[in-house]
């Protein structure tokens, strides 16, 4: 069984101002996406940047089989929200945006305006065979390319640059510890006895203090010496099987030529203890050959309006069930 998530990069139907001009280029980009999709195989797929969730839907008739698509109510600005694309029919367990108790609203712009809510919403389901229950997280959070008052993708000065930077860290931090929220909800107090994933772009690396958020007790990480033995601490812990990827595949998108790993499968210990030892998790399609490439993105996304494929590659885990 495979799990994985994937930034499908602006997945609109055509007419709109972020997606493609014309239908031409709306149904090679859905073909590019589902030769992807059909050659990675995953059982369940968390997707972002769904702009439109009849895309989604369109998406999901190009693929072989039955599909079951779920997305999130919560969109942002650009009206680009989470979901999953699923062979087993997926029960949605929750839908958030709300920041948790006692985490107060964040400062977003310099005019002082608050956010208390996360930009995406945060979308978790329950997919059931008869061998396993998984419950899946998945999530798009705050986003490392700044833009500014004005629609302008370039700040006036450094001060500028800088403010809209901090702004932007704040909300992903509290994105990541909303996102935590649900996942101990998911992880019930025992991660040891339930199977929980949690899926997505967390637009920071696995050293980053947001994504370590997610993580739990510390000291138990895989390729640590601690990771071999069991504590209380697995009970709510998760897991990034990031150190199972091949060194020279750990990345899923470039920025201004910067190979980054910022799209993340986590998992609670009973998960883990189902990961497969060989092939176990990657980037790109699990039986690709060579390097796996990337266009190499800016500070402006507009560049990329209407363009095949995805900017992103898919990140993937596979286990036995």
Known sequence: MLLATWNLENLYRPGGPFGPKD?????????????????????????????????LDDLAGLLDGTWHTAVSRHADDRGIRVG???????????????????????????????AATTGRGLFAVRVASRALVVDAAVCHLKSKLLSYPGGRFQPRDEGERARVGAYALYR??????????????????DGRQRDVV?????????????????????????????????????????????????????????????????????????LLRRVTTGGAAGTGLPDASGALELPS????PGVRKGVAGSDHAPVWVRFQP
């Open 23 to 55: 239908k031409a280029a709306y149904e090679a980009k859905l073909a590019s996406l589902a030769a992807t999709i059909r050659a990675l195989d995953p059982s369940l797929l968390g997707v972002q940047e769904v702009g439109d969730p009849g895309a």
């Open 84 to 114: 999953f694309l699923s062979r087993l029919e997926p029960e949605v367990l929750a839908d958030v945006e709300a920041f948790p108790p006692k985490l107060r609203a964040v400062q977003r712009d310099d005019a002082g305006a608050l």
């Open 172 to 189: 992903r931090t509290a994105e990541a510890a909303t996102l935590r929220g649900l996942a101990d909800e998911l992880i019930g107090g």
């Open 198 to 270: 949690v899926l997505g772009d967390l637009n920071d690396e696995v050293q980053a203090a947001t994504t370590q958020i997610l993580l739990g007790p510390p000291g138990s990480e895989l390729g640590t010496p601690g990771h071999a033995t069991p504590d209380r601490g697995d009970a709510a812990r998760l897991w990034n099987v990031a150190p199972l990827i091949p060194p020279e595949r750990r990345f899923s998108r470039v920025n201004s030529g910067r190979r980054e790993l910022i799209d993340h499968v986590l998992l609670s210990h009973r």
């Open 297 to 300: 993105v800016g500070a402006d």
